[in-house]
Each structure stands twice: as C-alpha cells, then as structure tokens.
C-alpha cells in the first residue's frame, strides 16, 4: 500500500485549504482512510477519517463543522477539505489506512505540511 498526501502550504487564518491522498497498492473496499496531524512539540492527533465502501465520516472535535471527507473511488484518492483556517491547525497532515476491523492504522503517507498565518 501507497499513500501520497499533497497539497499542503501556508494560508491566512479564515483561509481555505484541501489536502488530497492518493492511494494505491490494493482495492480499498474495506478499509477506513484516515487524517492525522502532528503540530510539533504534540502528540499525534486525530482529524477525521472515512470508510472507503459506504463513504460514513468521522471527525474530531477541533475540527468538527470546518473540515470534510470525501473520497473519489474512480481516482483514488481521499481528500480533506479545511475551511476557516486557524493558526492551532498548523501542523503536518499525514493520511493514513487500516482495515475496517483492525484496530490500529497500518498505513501511513509521508505527511504534507499546513502552516496558518495570523
């Protein structure tokens, strides 16, 4: 398995901006694509994920009514779109995959850097 997150950069805070993760290496019917960021000096932190078969989102809770999931089963990718930017999002975003019934995410991209201006 391949993830390949891009689409990172610096933008304003109030600013938009949408991640992509391009995946590759086996079908992805069962499995769960996750977003993850990683502020530096912190701990790991969950943003979202999304079942690949039914398309059903989660999100967690700093991020809940600002970000959204999607994924485009055609093209293979997952995408995090990122509205009303805040400086706190700065960090870099790793997409990342597990199996539906695994508990850990066995997968990970190599991250793309968001950096949010004041």
């Known amino acids: 398995v391949q993830l390949q997150a891009s689409g990172g950069g610096l933008v304003q805070a109030g600013g938009s901006l949408r991640l992509s993760c391009a995946a590759s290496g086996r079908t992805f019917t069962n499995y769960i694509m996750g977003w993850f960021r990683q502020a530096p000096g912190k701990e790991r932190e969950f943003v979202g994920n999304i079942r690949w078969s039914t398309g059903t989102t989660k999100y967690g809770d700093s991020v809940k009514g600002r970000f959204s999931i999607s994924r485009d089963r055609a093209k293979n990718t997952v995408d995090l779109q990122m509205n009303s930017l805040k400086p706190e999002d700065t960090a870099i975003y790793y997409c990342?995959?597990?199996?539906?019934?695994?508990?850990?995410?066995?997968?990970w991209g190599q991250g793309t850097q968001v950096t949010v201006s004041s």
């Open positions: 990342a995959a597990r199996h539906f019934a695994a508990d850990l995410y066995g997968f």
